[in-house]
């Protein structure tokens, strides 16, 4: 297993108002012989934190995304999809990546926006129980809490560690809260900037944004794997078929045993990520 290592730069965002900020992300040795970098693009309310296990598995690189993390997170941030797409394609520009194997949980759907505006550059996808970039979707009970004006702020500002512990109940099938490392490592990072980002995201990414976002899906010939732990309370399993049936080349794995952040249920789902990236 490689070692995962911690870095820090500063990348300036072509749609923000402000000059560059600081980005925090995390690599590992990719292994020889490996067709293309791993970026490993993570969700809400998390950061690269999650994909530790999978770096020290397949190597790779994750930043934490704007507004996520250890990165900057200035207000005047948009923090849309659009922007996280141009934000990505600067990070692989700033760290020289031509062409990366993507691999996207929860909110890194937005890196299916530069896979699809830049096809060029990705060699393989994997996505694991991502935001739906598809028709039907409708968010889910915390989502419509976010969106709604006030409200939403309201919740946020009641977001302690003992709702964290008690909101992700449900999120897994294995028994109780997910795990206190997660609970750490989400907590340590969910300030004010980390919040406005969240509500700026989720607001401004009404369904039928989400699903015209993905109109492009069908032209990614590329192979792809979409893995899916069909107890998500957040994202329903047939939003995992029908991204599989979206990507020209894709399999599908699905998980009955696993929620929303399927490896804490199934840790062989790492293996089974790792042993895709290494295949061709």
Same mark, same amino acid.
């Given at each position: 297993? %490689?070692?995962?290592?911690?870095?820090?730069?500063?990348?300036?965002?072509?749609?923000?108002?402000?000059?560059?900020?600081?980005?925090?992300?995390?690599? &590992?040795?990719?292994?020889?012989?490996? &067709? &293309?970098?791993?970026?490993?693009?993570?969700?809400?309310? *998390?950061? $690269?934190?999650?994909?530790?296990?999978?770096?020290?598995? *397949?190597?790779?690189?994750?930043?934490?995304?704007? %507004?996520?993390?250890? $990165?900057?997170?200035?207000?005047?941030?948009?923090? *849309?999809?659009?922007? +996280?797409?141009?934000?990505?394609?600067?990070? !692989?520009?700033?760290?020289?990546?031509?062409?990366?194997?993507?691999?996207?949980?929860?909110?890194?759907?937005?890196?299916?926006?530069?896979?699809?505006?830049?096809?060029?550059?990705?060699?393989?996808?994997?996505?694991?129980? &991502?935001?739906?970039?598809?028709?039907? +979707?409708?968010?889910?009970?915390?989502?419509?809490?976010?969106?709604?004006?006030?409200?939403?702020?309201?919740?946020?500002?009641?977001?302690?560690?003992? *709702?964290?512990?008690?909101? #992700?109940?449900?999120?897994?099938? #294995?028994?109780?809260?997910?795990?206190?490392?997660?609970?750490? $490592?989400?907590?340590?990072?969910?300030?004010?900037? #980390?919040?406005?980002?969240?509500?700026?995201?989720?607001?401004? $990414?009404?369904?039928?944004?989400? =699903? =015209?976002?993905?109109?492009? !899906?069908?032209?990614?010939?590329?192979?792809? !794997?979409?893995?899916?732990?069909?107890?998500?309370?957040?994202?329903?399993?047939?939003?995992?078929?029908?991204?599989?049936?979206?990507?020209?080349?894709?399999?599908?794995?699905?998980?009955?045993?696993?929620?929303?952040?399927?490896?804490?249920?199934?840790?062989?789902?790492?293996?089974?990520?790792?042993?895709?990236?290494?295949? %061709?």
């Amino acid at each position: 297993m %490689g070692e995962v290592s911690d870095h820090q730069g500063e990348i300036a965002i072509p749609s923000a108002l402000g000059g560059p900020i600081p980005v925090f992300w995390r690599t &590992a040795p990719v292994p020889a012989g490996a &067709a &293309a970098t791993p970026l490993y693009v993570h969700g809400v309310p *998390t950061s $690269s934190d999650e994909w530790i296990p999978f770096l020290a598995r *397949t190597g790779g690189i994750a930043p934490d995304l704007p %507004g996520f993390g250890r $990165s900057g997170k200035p207000g005047y941030l948009s923090s *849309t999809m659009e922007e +996280y797409d141009r934000f990505l394609e600067r990070f !692989l520009d700033d760290r020289g990546l031509e062409r990366v194997s993507l691999v996207v949980h929860d909110w890194g759907a937005v890196g299916l926006l530069t896979a699809q505006r830049l096809p060029e550059r990705i060699e393989r996808i994997v996505i694991i129980n &991502a935001v739906p970039l598809l028709p039907g +979707y409708r968010w889910h009970r915390t989502a419509r809490i976010w969106r709604t004006p006030l409200l939403g702020e309201f919740s946020m500002g009641m977001t302690f560690r003992f *709702t964290i512990r008690a909101l #992700t109940r449900e999120s897994n099938v #294995t028994p109780g809260p997910l795990p206190e490392e997660w609970i750490d $490592s989400t907590m340590a990072h969910f300030d004010q900037g #980390t919040q406005r980002a969240i509500l700026r995201l989720y607001r401004s $990414s009404p369904p039928a944004k989400l =699903a =015209a976002a993905g109109e492009h !899906l069908g032209e990614l010939r590329v192979p792809a !794997l979409v893995l899916w732990g069909t107890q998500d309370p957040y994202i329903p399993e047939r939003f995992g078929r029908d991204y599989a049936a979206a990507l020209p080349q894709a399999e599908l794995a699905e998980y009955p045993d696993a929620g929303h952040w399927g490896w804490l249920d199934r840790p062989d789902m790492i293996d089974r990520v790792a042993a895709f990236l290494s295949e %061709g």
